[in-house]
């Protein structure tokens, strides 16, 4: 079964791995959470927080890929 763990406990997690000091190994095997467990906790706290959020296409790359998508229709 899996285990829930109270939201201030995340938090304090969460922040020591930020923190960068240790690998998130190590901080995961500290607090008795699986490596997986705080790679993900990590993943949803940058989204909420707005961290490494990923930038719209530029109009360019958008242009690219409507070219390639047609290229690959006159082949065929």
């Not at 304090?12 to 993900?40: H, M, N, P, W």
Request: charged share 35%; proline share 4%; glycine share 6%.
């Amino acid at each position: 079964m899996v285990k829930a763990y109270p939201e201030e406990f995340r938090r304090d997690v969460i922040a020591v791995a930020r923190k960068g000091e240790t690998s998130v190994r190590q901080v995961a095997k500290d607090f008795g959470v699986s490596e997986s467990c705080l790679a993900r906790w990590l993943r949803l706290a940058d989204r909420d927080d707005g961290i490494g959020v990923a930038e719209p296409p530029s109009l360019k790359a958008v242009e690219q890929a409507e070219l390639r998508e047609a290229q690959k229709r006159i082949r065929l």
